[in-house]
C-alpha cells in the first residue's frame, strides 16, 4: 500500500515547482510495481486527516505501508512537519492545529502493517516569517533547517532527500533529483530496498556536484523489494497454431462483446472480489493485456497483483479480483486487449464501487478500519439490525459488520446483544470495538461501572491507534481519573487524537489551554486555535462557543455547574383583562397553548442536541464525534 503526496500549490507562501509532478511520477512507479496507490495532490489538512484516514483502513494488515511526500516540511525542535497547502503559520498555536507531525503518520502505520517506509522529499527552508510554535507544553524556537533525524521501530525505513539539518533541491527539470532517481532506481527488478537508496543518493550526489546527499534511518529486519522479475510474455505461436487462430479468429469478436460494456458491482471493504467475467474461450492461443488499469483500487490473481501491462492467459481471466479503494466511490475502467495471433480486439469493464447498506445504517466516524464517515449513535435509524444482520452472514470474516451490528443493536436498545456483538468484533480484531467496550464499562450499562476496565481497555486500542481510545485514555491520565496521573502522557495522546480529526479531543484542548491545568500554562489564544480548527470540521459546540457576542479580547467559555436556586421572591404585575376569548387549542377544548418562551441566552443548547456521548465526553449532532453509545457531557 503506498500513499503517494505532492503539495506545490501553497495559498500563504510561494508555490513550489516540482512536488506535484513528482507525485503523478512516483505514484506511476508504485503502480508499476504493483501497490495499490492513494494518490493526492496540494491537500489542506482536512483533507490530508480524510485522506489519510482512508488510507489506513485500506492498509490495515498490510505487509508493506509506503508514505511518500514531496513538498514544504520542516522541523522544529527535533520535531519533524509536513505542510498542508492552507497553513498559515502565523500565530504560535497553529503548527499543532495546521501541520502534520511525521511522528504521528508513523505512530499510525506502525499499529497498521508489518514494515513501514517514509519516503521525505521535503526538506526545504522553512517560508513562514514566524518562528516560535508551542509543542506540548513548551513554546520552541524553529532555528534549523531542513529535517530532524527521526527514529523508527523494528522494520522501519525512512528515507530523505537530504542529510539532517539540510536543504533539497527542486532541480532544473519538471522532477526533484531525488524523485526522478527514486522513479527510475526502484523499479530495477528484485532489487532490495536499501540498495535502490544508495543508488539514488550516488544519483542525486552527482546530480547536486555534492550539495545534497539523500539519508535515510533503517531498522528493517526483512528484505523488502518494490519491484519484483518483470512477467515472462506468452510464447509466440507456432504455424499449426497461426493456422488454428485464423480459422477461429472470429472468435475474438465473440469473446469481446462476451465480456466487455458491463457494469458489475463491487462491495467496499470486503477484500478482493471476483469479477466472474465467465470468459467464453478457454483456447490456449488467446491472451489478454491490461490495455488499462483502473484508476484506483487493485487488479489481482489468487497468486498475484497485476500491474499495469500485466499480461494473463485465457485459463486466468475467470480468476482475476478486483479491490475497490476505501473513499473512492467513482466508477472505473478496465481495458482489455484480447488477441489470437496478429488479431486484436479491446473490451472495457466497468467497475462500480458500492458501500454496504450496514455501513450507510451504523457505520461510525473516524473509525480507522471503517469505510464510510459513519453516524452518531442517535442517527441510527430503523432497519440498521437487519442491514448488519445479513452483513455479518454474508461476510462472517469481516469484524466490521459485527462491531456495526453492536452499535445498532445499543441505539435499539438491545444491551446485552450489543455487548456480544461488540465482543466478538473485539475478538476478531476490530480496535474501535475494545474502546466500545471500555466506554459500555465506564458507564455501567446493564452493569456496575468499572472505571479500571474501562481504563485498560482504553490503553490497549489507544496503543493501536484508535483516536477514540486515545482521547479517552489521553483524559483520563491527564486528569488521574482512576489511574496515576501522567500529564505528559496524557497531552500527547490528547494531540494525537485532534492531529487526527478527533473534535472532542480539540475541545478537551482548549479547556486545558484557556484554563492552565497540571502545569500547563494557560493561554488563550491557543485554547481558541483548537476551538476554530473544530469549527472547521462543522462542530456545533465550537461554533456556538465562537458565535458568542464579540468582546474586547477573545474568551473561550466553559460550562459550569448551575447555581441551586433556594429562595424564590414573587412579584404581581398588575395586567389588564384581555378583551377576547382565550382561543383553546382544536380538538382539545378547555387547553390553552403553552405561551412563547423568551429571553434565551444567544448560545443556550448551541441549536443542538447533545446526545451519543460517553461519560468521559462525546460528540454532538451536526458533525460532532461521539464516544460510545451513552448520554454524557462535553469539555466544554
Request: proline share 6%.
Amino acid at each position: 500500500m503506498a500513499l503517494v503526496i505532492g503539495n506545490s500549490q501553497y495559498r500563504e507562501i510561494p508555490a513550489l515547482k516540482n512536488p506535484d509532478k513528482d507525485a503523478e511520477d512516483v505514484s506511476k512507479t508504485f503502480r508499476l510495481a504493483g501497490f495499490e496507490v492513494f494518490a493526492a495532490r496540494d491537500l489542506t489538512k482536512l483533507q490530508f486527516e480524510e485522506k489519510f484516514r482512508n488510507y489506513l483502513a485500506a492498509a490495515d494488515g498490510a505487509d508493506l505501508a509506503v508514505v511518500y511526500y514531496s513538498g514544504h516540511g520542516f522541523q522544529i525542535g527535533g520535531e519533524n512537519f509536513l505542510i498542508p497547502v492552507d497553513a498559515s503559520l502565523k500565530d504560535a498555536a497553529d503548527m499543532e492545529v495546521q501541520a502534520v507531525k511525521v511522528d504521528d503518520i508513523l505512530r499510525q502505520l506502525r499499529s497498521r502493517s508489518k514494515v513501514q517506509m517514509i519516503i521525505l522529499d521535503a526538506c526545504r527552508n522553512d517560508p513562514f516569517p514566524r518562528k516560535d510554535y508551542w509543542l506540548r507544553d513548551q513554546l520552541i524556537v524553529a532555528g534549523s533547517s531542513g529535517l530532524a533525524q527521526v527514529t523508527g521501530s523494528q522494520n522501519t525505513l525512512i528515507a530523505f532527500a537530504t542529510e539532517p539539518g539540510a536543504v533539497a533541491y527542486d532541480g532544473s527539470g519538471d522532477l526533484s533529483p531525488f524523485s526522478s532517481s527514486f522513479s527510475r532506481r526502484a523499479l530495477a527488478p528484485n532489487q532490495e530496498i536499501r540498495s535502490v537508496m544508495a543508488a539514488v543518493r550516488r544519483d542525486v550526489v552527482k546530480a547536486t556536484n555534492g550539495k545534497q546527499v539523500p539519508w535515510e534511518n533503517s531498522s528493517l529486519i526483512d528484505d523488502v523489494v518494490l519491484m519484483r522479475g518483470t512477467e515472462q510474455p506468452a510464447p509466440p505461436p507456432d504455424a499449426e497454431q497461426n493456422q488454428q487462430v485464423t480459422e477461429r479468429g472470429i472468435q475474438i469478436g465473440d469473446v469481446a462483446e462476451a465480456i466487455g460494456s458491463r457494469d458489475i458491482p463491487v462491495p467496499l471493504g470486503v477484500g478482493p472480489v471476483p469479477l466472474n467475467l465467465d470468459f467464453p474461450a478457454k483456447d490456449a492461443s488467446l491472451g489478454l493485456t491490461l490495455a488499462s488499469y483502473p484508476a484506483t483500487g487493485t487488479l489481482s490473481l489468487p497468486d498475484r497483483v497485476l500491474s499495469p501491462q500485466s499480461s494473463l492467459t485465457a485459463a486466468e481471466v475467470d480468476k482475476l479480483r478486483y479491490e475497490p479503494q476505501i473513499g473512492s466511490a467513482a466508477p472505473v475502467a478496465v481495458g482489455f486487449q484480447i488477441r489470437v495471433g496478429n488479431a486484436a480486439r479491446q473490451a472495457t469493464v466497468k467497475l462500480s464501487p458500492n458501500v454496504d447498506p450496514c455501513d450507510q445504517a451504523a457505520g461510525e466516524p473516524l473509525d480507522l478500519q471503517g469505510v464510510v464517515p459513519g453516524r452518531l449513535p442517535n442517527e441510527i435509524g430503523g432497519g440498521a439490525v437487519e442491514a448488519c444482520e445479513a452483513a455479518v452472514k454474508s461476510y462472517p470474516g469481516i469484524a466490521r459488520f459485527r462491531y456495526e451490528l453492536g452499535r445498532a443493536l445499543l441505539a435499539s436498545g438491545r444491551i446485552d446483544e450489543a455487548r456480544r456483538a461488540i465482543q466478538q468484533a473485539a475478538d476478531k480484531g476490530h480496535i474501535r470495538a475494545l474502546f466500545a467496550l471500555g466506554s459500555i464499562a465506564s458507564s455501567g450499562i446493564g452493569t456496575a461501572a468499572d472505571t479500571s476496565e474501562a481504563n485498560g481497555l482504553y490503553s490497549k486500542a489507544s496503543d493501536k491507534g484508535d483516536l477514540y481510545a486515545m482521547a479517552a485514555w489521553g483524559r483520563a491520565l491527564f486528569n488521574g481519573l482512576g489511574v496515576e496521573r501522567d500529564t505528559g502522557k496524557g497531552l500527547d495522546l490528547l494531540l494525537q487524537a485532534a492531529a487526527m480529526g478527533h473534535i472532542d479531543a480539540m475541545k478537551e484542548l482548549a479547556v486545558i489551554f484557556k484554563e492552565g491545568r497540571n502545569g500547563v500554562p494557560a493561554d488563550p489564544a491557543r485554547a481558541l486555535a483548537f476551538l476554530k480548527a473544530g469549527m472547521e470540521r462543522q462542530d456545533v459546540y465550537s461554533m456556538g462557543i465562537l458565535g458568542l457576542p464579540a468582546r474586547s479580547t477573545p474568551v473561550v467559555m466553559a460550562c459550569k455547574a448551575p447555581k441551586v436556586i433556594t429562595k424564590i421572591k414573587v412579584v404581581r404585575v398588575p395586567v389588564s383583562k384581555p378583551k377576547s376569548v382565550t382561543p383553546t387549542v382544536s380538538g382539545r377544548p378547555g387547553i390553552k397553548p403553552a405561551p412563547t418562551e423568551t429571553g434565551r441566552s444567544p448560545w443556550s443548547g448551541s441549536g443542538a442536541t447533545r446526545t451519543g456521548g460517553d461519560s468521559n465526553g462525546g460528540g454532538s449532532t451536526g458533525g460532532g464525534q461521539s464516544e460510545g453509545g451513552v448520554t454524557g457531557s462535553d469539555g466544554l
